[in-house]
């Protein structure tokens, strides 16, 4: 039925149909003129008007996306995978207030749907929502197993400070996803806070084949490698983190603790003022500062 009650033109459903075969085959021109035509037959069918948001999206085409959902929601606000998508197509223009917006107008329609629960994890993950986000992926594994939600949960878990529970996660999912690079980098921080150097430098090597986690393995490794006592091989290490561009998150401070071990205060507090400058709330980059200013107090009296 359409908008109001209104029977659907077979064409339209058949056009629909087509495009979305089309689209899950990533042919998006034949996708396009299929949503198009079953337009041409219904113009208030939502379905495919937030389908051409999905064909713009893939192009990357963020405001025609944006413009197509909004209008399917006018056709039906209950529209739950719209309200998904627009939400995706929010978070790619870096609008994530109204992201979160758009997840939870999708669950508030539809609880089952996991990708906007996920996504909404994800945000919260990144705002410092940690006990939201645990909540959001417990729920996700209420509704069916899955290896990414409990990966995610397993992190969140380690940054709460339940690494028992990280670990414990990180390992189910390995076992039966043993490429699961998250899962492997979480187990790794398990691991080196149990004081398991081995074990945790052996998952970030593996880990680091990643490309999503090349750059945050290689500087948790430097840890590793300090803690081992392979003083060489971390600052090599760290040297060639900060000649990367752009320079990894966390790798000015991993820089800074190799500089500090290597009696180079001056350079510590350099680089922990520079890590403090990408994260002010680092409390570690902190702990830098101060211990470079109290072997080197010269320059630190204005800090």
Known sequence: MGCGGTALPPEAVRHNGQGTQALEARDLDVAEANFRLALEYHPHFAEPRANLGVVALERGHLDEAEGHLRRALKLNEDFAQAWANLGVVLEHKGDYPGACDAYE??????????????????????????????AQLLRILAIRPDGEAES??????????????????ANRVLASHPDACAARFVRALARFEAGD????DADLTAASACPAFEDAAAVRRVAVLLAVGALDDASALARTLVERSPVPR??????????????????????????????????????????ACARRPAGCAER
């Open 105 to 134: 107008r999708a669950l508030a329609v539809d609880p089952g749907l996991v990708p906007p629960r996920k996504n909404l994890a994800s945000i919260w993950m990144r705002d410092g929502k940690l006990p939201e986000a645990r």
């Open 197 to 200: 150097l081995q074990g945790s």
């Open 250 to 291: 966390g790798a000015h401070l991993a820089a800074g603790t190799v500089a500090l071990a290597e009696g180079r205060p001056a350079e510590a507090r350099l680089l922990a003022l520079r890590a403090m400058e990408e994260d002010p709330n680092l409390p570690a980059a902190r702990r830098l500062l101060e211990s």
């Open 152 to 169: 995610m949960l397993a992190y969140v878990d380690y940054r709460l400070g339940r690494a028992g529970s990280a670990f414990a996660r």
